[in-house]
């Protein structure tokens, strides 16, 4: 009788061990998967945030290259001026940061002293970066909170673009030749490098 209720228990034991030994395995698995499931998310999304930092750049930086060569031979009759407001609204946030503070307040401080008071020592191609920091720096908050990085933004920069390439276009005198002459094939390609920051974004938006 005593080694029949011996046994039972050992059973008991091994059979409260394996079941143990089972929902330990399964909240284990659980876990490797949920685990996998977060890394897999957390790389997409990392990967997404990489993708809109880096177009960004890339947009800033084809600006900045339609302002140069507004200011070479390579010069047409487009309305530059309207990159400067396409900088401020696609310029990455570390870099709008910097300008947009203490290091900005002194660069426009400077340009505007050299501006008023030694204006032969203010070159004329000085005049459109010049803006582009006093506008970084005098921006209501609105505009650098609520405007920029938001819908609103991702639009103007749109129009900006649409109406700089129909621009393009007509000053070329034709689409084929804002795509075939060196000077329209220069402009044309700077041009459609704008399209890529807003497009970007606005799909990962509607997304």
């Given at each position: 009788?005593?080694?029949?209720?011996?046994?039972?228990?050992?059973?008991?034991?091994?059979?409260?061990?394996?079941?143990?030994?089972?929902?330990?395995?399964?909240?284990?698995?659980?876990?490797?998967?949920?685990?996998?499931?977060?890394?897999?998310?957390?790389?997409?999304?990392?990967g997404l945030?990489?993708?809109?930092?880096?177009?960004?750049?890339?947009?800033?930086?084809?600006?900045?290259?339609?302002?140069?060569?507004?200011?070479?031979?390579?010069?047409?009759?487009?309305?530059?001026?309207?990159?400067?407001?396409?900088?401020?609204?696609s310029l990455?946030?570390?870099?709008?940061?910097?300008?947009?503070?203490?290091?900005?307040?002194?660069?426009?401080?400077?340009?505007?002293?050299?501006?008023?008071?030694?204006?032969?020592?203010?070159?004329?191609?000085?005049?459109?970066?010049?803006?582009?920091?006093?506008?970084?720096?005098?921006?209501?908050?609105?505009?650098?909170?609520?405007?920029?990085?938001?819908?609103?933004?991702?639009?103007?920069?749109?129009?900006?673009?649409?109406?700089?390439?129909?621009?393009?276009?007509?000053?070329?005198?034709?689409?084929?030749?804002?795509?075939?002459?060196?000077?329209?094939?220069?402009?044309?390609?700077?041009?459609?490098?704008?399209?890529?920051?807003?497009?970007?974004?606005?799909?990962?938006?509607?997304?």
């Amino acid at each position: 009788m005593v080694g029949g209720k011996v046994g039972y228990l050992k059973m008991k034991t091994d059979s409260d061990l394996g079941a143990a030994s089972e929902l330990l395995t399964s909240d284990l698995n659980d876990v490797g998967t949920a685990m996998k499931k977060f890394a897999n998310h957390a790389i997409q999304l990392g990967g997404l945030g990489f993708g809109t930092s880096f177009l960004k750049w890339v947009a800033c930086f084809a600006a900045i290259y339609l302002l140069i060569l507004d200011r070479t031979n390579w010069k047409t009759n487009i309305l530059t001026s309207l990159l400067i407001p396409y900088i401020y609204l696609s310029l990455p946030s570390w870099l709008f940061g910097i300008l947009s503070g203490e290091i900005g307040m002194w660069i426009a401080f400077i340009a505007v002293v050299l501006r008023l008071f030694f204006p032969k020592h203010f070159p004329d191609w000085l005049e459109l970066p010049g803006s582009l920091i006093l506008l970084l720096v005098v921006a209501p908050s609105f505009f650098s909170d609520t405007v920029r990085g938001g819908i609103i933004g991702l639009f103007i920069c749109l129009a900006i673009g649409c109406y700089l390439l129909q621009e393009h276009i007509r000053a070329s005198g034709g689409f084929r030749n804002s795509f075939t002459k060196s000077n329209g094939l220069s402009n044309s390609i700077g041009i459609l490098l704008l399209f890529v920051y807003p497009v970007w974004a606005l799909v990962l938006w509607i997304l």
